[in-house]
C-alpha cells in the first residue's frame, strides 16, 4: 500500500525550523517577550552574515566525521568491509587470499591498538597530557584520528594483500570513497548548524526556560544522529 504523507528532507526540516525561529524571535522581539532578539533585525540579518562560516566550519562534528571517514573509507574501498560483513553471514565464504588479507591487517590492528594502549594508559607515557592524566591530553584530542588511522591502515594491508590496492593513488581513492555516499550529510549539518546557531542568538531557549547546556547536548547529538542512520542505509 502506498504512503500518502510526504516528509521532508532532513535538510529541508531543519532549514523550516531556522525560519520558524526568525518569525518567531521577530515577533517576540516586537512584543518585548523578555530579552528576545530578532533574527530579522539589521542587527540580526548582520550576525547571520558574519557568523554562517564560522559556526559550521568550527562545529565539531565536522571535523571528526571527515576524519573517520578518511578510515572508513579506505576499509570500504579495499574490500575489508565487506569481507567481514560476509564472515558474518552464514554461507558466505571468503577466498583463500582473502582470508589471509583478513588475517594479516587483523594483526596489523593488533599490534597497532597495543601501541597505541602502551604509549597511553602506562604512566608518564608520550600521548598522556604534561601532568600525566588523560583529560586535555594528546589521546584525548586526537582520538578520533587514532580510531580513523587504525581502520585506514588496516585496510591499507588488507588492499595490498588481497590485490584490491595497488599505488598511493589507490588509497587516495579509497580516502574519498565515502565522501560520495555522505555527501548530504554535510548539507544536513549545515542546517543543524545554523537552527541551533539561530535559536542561541535570538534567546528564545532563554524566555522559554530551557538551559543552555541542555540545548548544547541536544545540538550534539542532532549532529550526529543523521550520520549514523546513513551508516545502515542500503548503498
Same mark, same amino acid.
Given at each position: 500500500?502506498?504512503?500518502?504523507?510526504?516528509?521532508?528532507?532532513?535538510?529541508?526540516?531543519?532549514?523550516?525550523?531556522?525560519?520558524?525561529?526568525?518569525?518567531? /524571535?521577530?515577533?517576540?522581539?516586537?512584543?518585548? @517577550? $523578555?530579552?528576545?532578539?530578532? *533574527? =530579522?533585525?539589521?542587527? %540580526? +540579518?548582520?550576525?547571520?552574515?558574519?557568523?554562517?562560516? /564560522?559556526?559550521?566550519?568550527?562545529?565539531?562534528? @565536522? $571535523?571528526?566525521?571527515?576524519? *573517520? =571517514?578518511?578510515?572508513? %573509507? +579506505?576499509?570500504?574501498?579495499?574490500?575489508?568491509?565487506?569481507?567481514?560483513?560476509?564472515?558474518?553471514?552464514?554461507?558466505?565464504?571468503?577466498?583463500?587470499?582473502?582470508?589471509?588479507?583478513?588475517?594479516?591487517?587483523?594483526?596489523?590492528?593488533?599490534?597497532?591498538?597495543?601501541?597505541?594502549?602502551?604509549?597511553?594508559?602506562?604512566?608518564?607515557?608520550?600521548?598522556?597530557?604534561?601532568?600525566?592524566?588523560?583529560?586535555?591530553?594528546?589521546?584525548?584530542?586526537?582520538?578520533?584520528?587514532?580510531?580513523?588511522?587504525?581502520?585506514?591502515?588496516?585496510?591499507?594491508?588488507?588492499?595490498?594483500?588481497?590485490?584490491?590496492?595497488?599505488?598511493?593513488?589507490?588509497?587516495?581513492?579509497?580516502?574519498?570513497?565515502?565522501?560520495?555516499?555522505?555527501?548530504?550529510?554535510?548539507?544536513?549539518?549545515?542546517?543543524?548548524?545554523?537552527?541551533?546557531?539561530?535559536?542561541?542568538?535570538?534567546?528564545?531557549?532563554?524566555?522559554?526556560?530551557?538551559?543552555?547546556?541542555?540545548?548544547?547536548?541536544?545540538?550534539?547529538?542532532?549532529?550526529?544522529?543523521?550520520?549514523?542512520?546513513?551508516?545502515?542505509?542500503?548503498?
Amino acid at each position: 500500500m502506498k504512503n500518502n504523507y510526504y516528509f521532508p528532507h532532513v535538510a529541508t526540516f531543519f532549514f523550516l525550523l531556522t525560519v520558524i525561529v526568525a518569525l518567531v /524571535s521577530w515577533i517576540g522581539s516586537i512584543y518585548g @517577550l $523578555g530579552t528576545v532578539q530578532s *533574527l =530579522l533585525s539589521p542587527e %540580526g +540579518i548582520r550576525w547571520e552574515l558574519r557568523h554562517i562560516t /564560522s559556526n559550521y566550519v568550527k562545529t565539531p562534528a @565536522l $571535523g571528526i566525521i571527515m576524519i *573517520l =571517514l578518511f578510515g572508513l %573509507g +579506505i576499509a570500504s574501498y579495499s574490500g575489508m568491509v565487506n569481507a567481514i560483513g560476509r564472515i558474518l553471514k552464514r554461507g558466505k565464504q571468503l577466498t583463500r587470499k582473502e582470508k589471509r588479507a583478513l588475517l594479516f591487517s587483523a594483526c596489523i590492528l593488533f599490534i597497532y591498538s597495543l601501541t597505541i594502549i602502551m604509549t597511553t594508559f602506562a604512566p608518564w607515557t608520550i600521548l598522556r597530557s604534561i601532568t600525566g592524566s588523560l583529560g586535555n591530553s594528546p589521546f584525548q584530542q586526537g582520538i578520533y584520528y587514532l580510531i580513523s588511522f587504525g581502520i585506514g591502515l588496516s585496510g591499507v594491508v588488507f588492499g595490498y594483500t588481497s590485490g584490491r590496492l595497488r599505488n598511493d593513488r589507490d588509497i587516495i581513492r579509497g580516502m574519498t570513497f565515502l565522501f560520495i555516499r555522505f555527501a548530504d550529510y554535510f548539507v544536513i549539518l549545515f542546517f543543524i548548524v545554523q537552527f541551533f546557531s539561530s535559536l542561541l542568538y535570538t534567546n528564545l531557549t532563554e524566555w522559554i526556560g530551557i538551559d543552555s547546556s541542555i540545548m548544547v547536548y541536544v545540538f550534539h547529538v542532532c549532529c550526529f544522529i543523521p550520520f549514523i542512520g546513513m551508516l545502515n542505509r542500503k548503498k
